[in-house]
């Protein structure tokens, strides 16, 4: 609705599309701040989709992931591929800004035109995942990316964000870590499409593979469903890399033969809506200078005289007609 | 809607109020289940809002929390307060199901009748709390407790969450957490109200006091204001917990006496009204059998037909006239 005289959108794609770091850095700015452009970006991005292949990286906090995504990417830039990597920093929810600290560590791909990397603040509403990071990722994607990485924090729900953001699903274990294998089992074995366990030089890796192979082994999986690999990786010295991009691109591969690809598409597309959608309804709701109908309604659960149930179909009803109400 | 014959919800509502465990845990579970008696449940409690102080316990992993949290217990009982605890279990997003471990720690108080301690799973969409977590709460409340304190992992959006839920937000650290006072300063340092430096025993603990102290005198605060207190503890001693209660009850005092508590608990309501009706939207735009709206939209979204928000924009004008539109 509101249209400011924004920067020339349709020229910025267009370098973004050529490659120019400078206009992806923008477009993901323009993004990440939701600014009054932000739906002519999306709205030009749509009309040049591009081919990435989209890979979610997770693993607790300690399993050495920043480590791993710098050697996937030196990895996957070996292979010829353009990459992009989304880092989403958990312990930022306000600043929105980045801390150093690992990012450091992935300076050596700082000056490879090949390679771009952001750090992104874990602000938004989804959780773990800023609201913008599918949008981000769209904008590395028509940026022509072969490869794009969101990496983060699996604590929560955030790996099972990053699981539906992503076409390939990298779940990170290492030895030594308490809640390894335990955490795993509550719920990391769902989402992995591919496992890592890193620090396979460490005393116990052999212990965290075997564990975490009977575990996998006890999952029922339907007949020519993906069976999700383990891949043993020192990242520090580089090594088990090359095997874990074998392993992404078998992956890849499976995802379009199966037609697994187009369903986690139109998934990852369904959520992306929705949580749009959802957005502008809380910013309705919220509207200070509106009706201020859910502060009423807020006054009136506090006293005790509605219980928040009542409320929310009260909140609902202003919307309009549900189905099979009267139009 | 669809209200089946269900267990006498006022008589499990009547034997909570007289503070019978097992009509507690029966009705938790039923919020937690989303049982189709949930919203009798709810309108039940609303009758009947108790008088509970609501506490949420927040830090990173290692500082402490569950052993500080029975410390505070332990403490809260030799007031002759009746207190409840929601643990929320970040490793579970999917069972629902708590691990154990640290809860065994808690397990002093397990025939303490004055006591009611929940294990929770993360599972809901809010991030790293339920969404049945405020329900929950007001179960408790209802029930009779005079403290209900929520105790959740602190990693990325769950701290601010559990400040949005709580009328005292305590955040804890500990000394050698490598990320202590640094992800303080990105976040937490706007969301407590009480600050909690565990392990006082230990070196590097003054360190972590100090560096705390001298971030908190940066944040301008307006006249009247609350002065985030900062608690020196050794919880696997018992130590400091009378002290932090000494600053729990002042800060219970400041919030009736300044307005904040009102001001609180209605915006904590709001967040619970909308939360509800998001999720009912959600069901809503998801409907299997219905006209599978959404499903459509996404299908045009990965090919590129229409970008994520002209889609959503679609599926709010499915809903009915917005502001401004005609009725």
């Keep these: 609705m509101s249209r400011r005289t924004a920067p020339a959108i349709p020229e910025l794609v267009a370098r973004a599309r050529a490659g120019e770091a400078g206009a992806v850095a923008r477009l993901i700015t323009l993004v990440e701040d939701a600014s009054p452009a932000l739906r002519e970006v999306m709205a030009e991005l749509s009309a040049h989709p591009g081919t990435a292949h989209f890979l979610g990286i ?112 990298i779940v990170m274990l290492a030895p030594g870590m308490g809640d390894g294998i335990q955490a795993a089992k509550a719920g990391i074995l769902e989402v992995g499409d591919i496992y890592v366990v890193n620090k396979a030089d460490r005393d116990g890796a052999e ?73 502008a309804l809380r910013e309705r709701w919220g509207d200070v200078g509106g009706r201020g109908e859910l502060d009423q309604l807020a006054e009136q659960v506090v006293s005790g005289d509605v219980d928040p149930y009542a409320a929310a179909d009260d909140l609902l009803l202003s919307l309009g007609p549900s189905r099979g109400a009267t139009g």
């Design 58 to 169: 997770t693993g607790s906090p300690g399993v050495g992931k920043s480590t791993s995504t710098n050697a996937l990417v030196t990895a996957l830039r070996r292979a010829g591929k353009r990459v992009g990597v989304l880092a989403i920093d958990p312990s930022s929810p306000f600043s929105g800004g980045a801390l150093l600290g690992d990012r450091v560590r992935m300076s050596e791909h700082a000056l490879d035109p090949g390679v771009y990397i952001r750090s992104m603040g874990a602000r938004g509403h989804l959780g773990g995942l800023s609201w913008s990071t599918p949008q981000a990722a769209r904008v590395l994607d028509a940026a022509g990316c072969d490869v794009v990485a969101v990496e983060t924090v699996g604590v929560g729900q955030s790996e099972v964000e990053v699981a539906g953001l992503a076409d390939t699903t």
């Design 207 to 279: 212990g965290v593979r075997r564990e975490l192979r009977n575990v996998l082994a006890m999952t029922e999986r339907p007949a020519g469903s993906w069976r999700p690999p383990i891949v043993m990786t020192v990242a520090s010295k580089g090594e088990g890399a090359e095997e874990l991009v074998a392993e992404i691109e078998r992956h890849g591969e499976w995802l379009r033969e199966s037609g697994e690809l187009a369903r986690r598409r139109t998934a990852r597309a369904r959520r992306e809506i929705e949580a749009i959608a959802l957005a």
